[in-house]
């Protein structure tokens, strides 16, 4: 079969300072894949490559057989690959309902009309934010933020899911919360994702392999 | 569950909707009490500057690039007119469009410049381009066929009118006309998706990105959409004035577009065209000199981003959000009070 994701050989200095040394890994349609590793050791890093914030310096990248390591955030989000960030960066004058309604004027095919209305309806109602559609997101709770995160990213239909911390500095309840929509998003949209997570014990209960990144190579792998 | 009302609930559009049309109707009626041919000039003038700024705030206040250099599509406008009209021998409809286009044309390589930029460096960039067609325009001298007249300098260039001199009530009507359709479009434009997606863009570039929003072409279409009002208003300011000066370039009245939008309040249309109304009225009422025009614009733009950074209209709406909160939480210790046990304080 071939891998959703295949990156080979990334490579990435900042200042001189080697932050990821040829990481090659690669993630299977719908396979639930964790990274973990020690502050420091480029799993953010990791990320920006992987979603398209930031251009490797080495390696390449290809989703679903195409080469897309040059690809911009954006046109790999359109591709199906999107990404939460660690610290939420909300719009300060839009609401929920019109953050939502962003992500999805993007979504590939794009809803027009009543479908569009409805796809914005069913994925509020879905991440949890139907009740504060008319809330602006600069005043949302960071609970309802990181949910915000993942309604967004759900809005392309993604392939794959790259999750940068997205459970920390959470309540239980919203953990909870949040867990079941992960689950969700895997087992019904069948979305594959990678998530980055300092807690091994979520890791553990979340995803079938953890890979180990250590110094910015990958030092193990477990499958769960 | 109570669910929050909408941000924009439908009488606050009334009130805003009837404000807006009383305003259009005072404007309407106000060369019944014959007004000088002055006043009438000055309005006339105000409305094409407000249109002007409305221009300023699809790009500085909606798409959040703040330009210092919105005068290069404006000036554009107005020196197409004339040198169409007086070297070329076009007809003023005809040069007035080709000026539209030409002022969009220049918006679309601002935008492909500055659209990888975010704020200084689109200031300083957009404020050299401007500057330096304004240093151009003031230097560069056009001949008019052999044996002709030599125009532009700092003297500009005439632009030929089929209508020769307008009598001030038909540029008085014809530029609130032109006020009013520009203003209607430009809001059209903020509250089309494009709109939304720009507002996103300007709030939060990196969580549009991850959105899939391409934020350097969002930002293209901001400067060429603002730009294509700018030149419209360049090309009525050209019509009413007469003539296409190194002035309509300068940074004067870039400044000026950006001083009205943060009065007002960015990115709401409305209120720097409100704010260009009443302070073009009030700078051109006190008859002060350019320089000390431009100290004034200064103060108050430090003013504005000092005491009031969301303008008036920002203000406003701040204002009447702290008001119903306060009357919700005013309803909801009335609501307290009342469920408490009876005899409880006795």
């Not at chain 2, 924009?8 to 259009?24: D, F, K, M, N």
């Not at chain 2, 407000?50 to 000036?75: K, M």
């Not at chain 2, 701040?318 to 408490?340: P, T």
């Amino acid at each position: 079969m071939t891998a959703l994701l295949a990156a080979t050989g990334i490579g990435k200095s900042f200042d001189g300072t080697r932050v990821l040394d040829g990481v090659t890994l690669s993630i299977a349609p719908g396979e639930t894949v964790g990274l973990f590793g020690p502050n420091g050791s480029g799993k953010t890093t990791l990320a920006n490559v992987l979603s398209g914030l930031l251009l490797p310096d080495e390696g390449s990248i290809a989703f679903e057989g195409r080469y897309v390591t040059r690809l911009p955030l954006d046109a790999r989000y359109r591709l199906g690959m999107a990404r939460t960030f660690q610290i939420p960066h909300p719009y300060p004058s839009l609401t929920v309902h019109e953050a939502v309604r962003v992500a999805l004027a993007a979504a590939v095919p794009r809803p027009t009309g009543g479908g569009r209305d409805e796809g914005i309806e069913e994925i509020l109602s879905r991440s949890g934010l139907f009740d504060q559609r008319f809330v602006p997101c600069a005043s949302l709770s960071q609970g309802c933020l990181r949910r915000l995160e993942f309604a967004r990213a759900l809005a392309c239909r993604p392939k794959l899911l790259i999750l940068d911390e997205l459970f920390s500095a959470l309540s239980a309840a919203d953990e909870e919360d949040l867990l079941a929509l992960l689950r969700a998003a895997n087992r019904e949209g069948g979305a594959a994702y990678l998530l980055i997570s300092h807690n091994r014990m979520l890791l553990s209960s979340t995803c079938r392999r953890i890979l180990y990144l250590e110094e910015g190579r990958i030092a193990r792998e477990r499958t769960v | 569950m109570i669910r929050p009302a909408p941000l924009s609930s439908g009488w606050a559009t009334q009130i805003r909707g009837g404000w807006l049309a009383a305003g259009i109707g005072l404007l309407l009626l106000f060369p019944l009490s014959y007004p000088d041919a002055y006043l009438l000039d000055v309005l006339t003038t105000g409305f094409l500057l407000a249109a002007f700024a409305a221009s300023w705030d699809v790009v500085g206040g909606i798409a959040g690039q703040v330009t210092l250099g919105h005068a290069l599509p404006f000036g554009a406008a107005t020196y197409a007119c004339a040198l169409l009209t007086r070297l070329a021998g076009w007809p003023f409809p005809l040069a007035a469009a080709a000026a539209v286009l030409l002022a969009t044309a220049a918006g679309a390589g601002v935008g492909q410049l500055a659209s990888p930029l975010s704020g200084p460096f689109v200031a300083v960039l957009t404020l050299a381009l401007a500057e330096a067609a304004h240093e151009i325009a003031a230097g560069h001298a056009f001949l008019s066929g052999p044996g002709g007249y030599a125009w532009g300098g700092e003297g500009g260039i005439p632009v030929v009118l089929p209508w020769g001199d307008a009598p001030p009530i038909a540029s008085y009507y014809a530029a609130l006309a032109f006020l009013c359709l520009s203003t209607w479009g430009i809001l059209r434009f903020s509250r089309s998706e494009s709109g939304l997606v720009l507002r996103a863009v300007a709030g939060s570039p990196l969580t549009a990105q991850a959105s899939g929003v391409p934020i350097g072409r969002f930002r293209r279409l901001a400067f060429i959409v603002g730009s294509a009002f700018a030149g419209a208003a360049g090309a009525g300011y050209a019509a009413h004035v007469g003539r296409a000066t190194a002035g309509d370039l300068s940074l004067e009245l870039s400044f000026q577009a950006a001083t009205f939008a943060a009065v007002g309040g960015r990115g709401t249309v409305v209120g720097p065209v409100v704010a260009a109304l009443a302070l073009h009225a009030l700078f051109q009422g006190l008859s002060l000199p350019p320089a000390a025009r431009v100290l004034l614009y200064a103060g108050t733009l430090l003013v504005t981003l000092r005491f009031f950074p969301g303008g008036v209209a920002g203000t406003a709406r701040e204002v009447a959000a702290r008001l119903r909160s306060r009357d919700r939480n005013r309803g909801g210790r009335r609501r307290r009070g009342g469920e408490a046990p009876p005899g409880g304080s006795a």
